[in-house]
């Protein structure tokens, strides 16, 4: 098919799948004497008449499939900012990232300078039987280098990834080795863990991340809270900043664990969706733990069921920034070639009666971008509410609709520590490049590490300031005494988390660590 033909296609744009879909539900029309066609009362019949005309008089052949593919993306965006459609590949890859597991190797790597660097093995996976360590460096998978030809990293993921039981080459560059080490791995199942981390802030305190809701949120959390319990867990800071939602039944198991008995969790309601009320039923097995969570603007879906539930019913004290306002209900439809879509059918409403989702228009995509012009990150003051829209927990505090949830205690983006120093170090990624440096110098010390006071006394005996700005200063980043002083004890704890990562323990090195500096935690302390 010529670029002309292409060009004379597309402007059918979405159009074309609509009709097709008419045809799909078996839309008829008829003509009379005149060659005039009659258009039934549907609305949907022109469409079809349409594509009917096109099929049967247009001048060249068309490949319905590349037209269909390449209108029903843009069908579906037409509808609003969350129904969508999915080919196969990428609903494959979007299930699997909820299912709680994938096929493949069983490593983490992150990619500094154009070469995946391997950060973590995952214990009892395929790569760990076959010999792979932190550190190494892959260069080629299967016949296809990856070192320095700039594949993208999504791109390193889909090679490594593949069938449980098929095999893979991956080549790897060694410290201390001349030549390419070559691995054959057999792939297999992948756990993915939803809960980051779970350990106690204190004597009493418990902190648990949850990245997502996927298909093994709930035991998983069951499995965490009942850990920090024995510890002596009587508060939970439940972290669900940037954490873009998932499986609603998750969240809603999750919601009845802290709820009482006949206490609505949410409501959905469509226009073909008659409301669907859910309620607690009392049973669940943290209701007498104190809970404080946490969200920010990328806290989307089910993460702003559960924060507008606890909030609701008083049942929690809400901290951070205002989250996403995402509260629309998609309904997946899958199809035989292995695609599908998710059409939104219903809104989701928090127990009070306030939609989370916020309006949709062209500048939807801006939004976050928006909040931070305007100063929502660092004001409270500047968050947008409308009086027309306000409404009461169950204890008569006032909450406000109009989308997303707004935190009880509002924490602004910390930017105390923040110099052009730093700006330039956060621009470039050199705290992440230069841990990475210093793990490979200690690669065989950090492998032995497995407890956070060795991995302390570990760090406490490194010079890492002079190391790092004598880093930064050869990649033309040097900072003033003025500058140090302001920014220097921030990034020095970054550094000691990224380091952290490299050790056995890898996110249960990092959060620890890292949560040290984080005004959110901060502010959850002095409130307990």
């Given at each position: 098919?010529?670029?002309k033909?292409?060009e004379?296609?597309a402007?059918?744009g979405?159009?074309?799948v ?12 008829q ?5 005039e ?7 949907w019949?022109?469409l079809m008449l349409?594509?009917?005309s096109v099929e ?7 490949d ?8 029903l993306?843009?069908l ?26 994938f096929?493949?190797i069983?490593?983490?790597f992150?990619?500094p300078?154009d070469?995946a660097?391997?950060?973590h093995?995952?214990a ?25 030809t ?10 490594m ?8 080459r991956?080549?790897v ?9 070559q691995f ?5 199942v992948i756990?993915v863990?939803s809960?980051?981390?779970?350990f106690m802030?204190?004597?009493t305190?418990?902190y ?7 298909r093994?949120t ?9 850990s ?5 867990m009587?508060r939970?800071?439940?972290?669900l900043?940037d954490?873009?939602g998932?499986?609603l039944?998750?969240a809603?198991?999750?919601c ?11 409501y959905m309601?469509?226009r073909?969706r008659?409301?669907n009320?859910?309620?607690?039923d ?10 404080a969570?946490?969200i920010?603007?990328?806290?989307a879906s ?8 606890m ?5 929690a004290?809400?901290?951070?920034l205002?989250?996403f ?5 998609q309904e997946p439809l899958f ?5 599908g879509?998710r059409?939104?059918v219903?809104?989701?409403?928090t ?7 916020k309006p ?7 939004d976050?971008?928006?909040r931070?012009?305007?100063g ?6 500047s968050i ?12 008569g505090r006032t909450?406000y ?7 009880d ?8 520590h ?5 700006g330039?170090c956060n621009r ?6 230069f ?6 110098r ?8 497995r ?7 570990f760090?406490d ?13 050869s990649?033309?980043?040097?900072p003033?005494?003025?500058e ?9 704890v ?11 323990m890898?996110d249960?090195a990092?959060?620890p660590i890292y949560?040290?500096i984080?005004?959110?935690?901060e502010a ?5």
């Amino acid at each position: 098919m010529n670029a002309k033909i292409r060009e004379r296609l597309a402007t059918f744009g979405w159009v074309l799948v609509i009709v097709l879909l008419a045809v799909l539900l078996g839309r008829i029309w008829q003509r009379d004497k005149k060659n005039e066609v009659k258009i039934p009362e549907s609305d949907w019949a022109k469409l079809m008449l349409v594509l009917q005309s096109v099929e049967r008089d247009y001048v060249d052949e068309i490949d319905q499939k590349a037209v269909t593919e390449q209108i029903l993306p843009e069908l579906m965006a037409k509808l609003d900012p969350h129904s969508l459609y999915l080919p196969p590949v990428e609903l494959e890859e979007a299930e699997q990232d909820l299912q709680g597991g994938f096929d493949g190797i069983g490593i983490q790597f992150n990619v500094p300078n154009d070469t995946a660097v391997v950060t973590h093995v995952i214990a009892g996976g395929p790569s760990e039987k076959a010999g792979l360590l932190s550190g190494d460096r892959i260069v080629q998978v299967d016949d296809r280098v990856i070192a320095g030809t700039q594949t993208p990293q999504d791109s390193m993921v889909r090679l490594m990834k593949g069938k449980r039981g098929s095999q893979v080459r991956i080549y790897v560059q060694r410290t201390g080795v001349k030549d390419p080490i070559q691995f054959n791995i057999t792939r297999d199942v992948i756990p993915v863990n939803s809960v980051d981390v779970a350990f106690m802030l204190n004597d009493t305190t418990g902190y648990i991340k949850l990245s997502k809701f996927a298909r093994s949120t709930y035991l998983e959390f069951l499995k965490a809270a009942l850990s920090l319990r024995e510890k002596g867990m009587r508060r939970l800071v439940f972290d669900l900043r940037d954490n873009t939602g998932g499986y609603l039944d998750q969240a809603l198991m999750l919601c009845n664990e802290f709820l009482e008995k006949g206490a609505l969790i949410v409501y959905m309601e469509g226009r073909n969706r008659p409301r669907n009320d859910v309620f607690a039923d009392g049973k669940g097995s943290c209701r007498d733990i104190e809970l404080a969570v946490l969200i920010n603007e990328g806290s989307a879906s089910s993460s702003e069921i559960f924060a507008g539930a606890m909030q609701d019913n008083d049942r929690a004290t809400l901290y951070g920034l205002r989250s996403f306002g995402k509260g629309l209900v998609q309904e997946p439809l899958f199809f035989s070639d292995g695609s599908g879509i998710r059409l939104t059918v219903a809104r989701y409403h928090t127990p009070s009666g306030r939609c989370i989702q916020k309006p949709y228009g062209d500048d939807y995509g801006y939004d976050i971008y928006e909040r931070y012009l305007h100063g929502e990150m660092m004001s409270v003051d500047s968050i947008r509410v409308n009086d027309s829209l306000k409404f009461e927990t169950v204890g008569g505090r006032t909450v406000y609709g109009g989308g997303g949830i707004i935190p009880d205690i509002f924490v602004p983006l910390d930017t105390t520590h923040y110099t052009d120093f730093m700006g330039k170090c956060n621009r470039q990624s050199l705290q992440v490049k230069f841990a990475n440096q210093m793990a490979d110098r200690y690669r065989p010390r950090l492998r032995e590490i497995r407890d956070l006071p060795t991995l302390n006394r570990f760090l406490d005996g490194i010079d890492l300031k002079k190391a790092f700005i004598d880093y930064t200063t050869s990649q033309g980043v040097v900072p003033s005494a003025s500058e140090w002083e302001i920014s220097g004890p921030t990034i020095l704890v970054q550094v000691r988390a990224l380091i952290g990562r490299n050790t056995p323990m890898n996110d249960e090195a990092f959060y620890p660590i890292y949560l040290t500096i984080d005004n959110v935690i901060e502010a959850v302390m002095k409130n307990g």
